[in-house]
T-cell receptor, first 113, second 114 residues
Framework: DVKVTQSSRYLVKRTGEKVFLECVQDMDHENMFWYRQDPGLGLRLIYFSYDVKMKEKGDIPEGYSVSREKKERFSLILESASTNQTSMYLC????????????FGPGTRLTVT | RKEVEQDPGPFNVPEGATVAFNCTYSNSASQSFFWYRQDCRKEPKLLMSVYSSGNEDGRFTAQLNRASQYISLLIRDSKLSDSATYLCVVKGSPGSSNTGKLIFGQGTTLQVKP
């Protein structure tokens, strides 16, 4: 079974803090993704990576950066958290780019106060 | 206009009912379509792919209408355990800015009541 884990289920941070969200997958997948999910807006792609040290912007990259130093780990960084970044953050992985099945982690509910 | 649009619901149906969800997509070049299911406070998981000829998986039937650019999901004999949010997903068409990505609709919430 593919397993995607995220470092925290719930996180509360203050405005202006630097926030790290970690994601690890154990199936040697090439591709990893970060989404945020908000009511009425659905899942929106922030960044994705198709290889180690490679990254591509998604639909809403502003205010975020990512890091992929190892194949199994993909980190999302909020350089200076703001209240409009309060959201559910979901990490996903897939075997290859364009694969229709993405495997999601359990999500991190981030609240920025 | 959103690339993938769904009626968010909620759809409240009694056990045993048949319920159908529709989803429309804006890019006529799209070629691959899927339904994902997301239980309350859980992550999305692939439910089924949608094939041109329509396909069935037990009580679930998925259909594609390319001319009208919509996808449907039919659930027969609804169970309490079918309560979830159903996400319509379109794969980005080749050559587009969304190549290789999955584009998710906002989801339709189904609540099956006893």
């Amino acid at each position: 079974d593919v397993k995607v884990t995220q470092s925290s289920r719930y996180l509360v941070k203050r405005t202006g803090e630097k926030v790290f969200l970690e994601c690890v997958q154990d199936m040697d997948h090439e591709n990893m993704f970060w989404y945020r999910q908000d009511p009425g807006l659905g899942l929106r792609l922030i960044y994705f990576s198709y290889d180690v040290k490679m990254k591509e912007k998604g639909d809403i990259p502003e205010g975020y950066s990512v890091s992929r130093e190892k194949k199994e780990r993909f980190s999302l960084i909020l350089e200076s958290a703001s209240t409009n970044q309060t959201s559910m953050y979901l990490c996903a992985s897939s075997r290859r780019l364009g694969a229709h099945e993405q495997y999601f982690g359990p999500g991190t509910r981030l609240t920025v106060t | 206009r959103k690339e993938v649009e769904q009626d968010p619901g909620p759809f409240n149906v009694p056990e045993g009912a048949t319920v159908a969800f529709n989803c429309t997509y804006s890019n006529s070049a799209s070629q691959s379509f899927f339904w994902y299911r997301q239980d309350c406070r859980k992550e999305p998981k692939l439910l089924m792919s949608v094939y041109s000829s329509g396909n069935e998986d037990g009580r679930f039937t998925a259909q594609l209408n390319r001319a009208s650019q919509y996808i449907s999901l039919l659930i027969r004999d609804s169970k309490l355990s079918d309560s979830a949010t159903y996400l319509c997903v379109v794969k980005g068409s080749p050559g587009s800015s969304n190549t290789g990505k999955l584009i998710f609709g906002q989801g339709t919430t189904l609540q099956v009541k006893p």
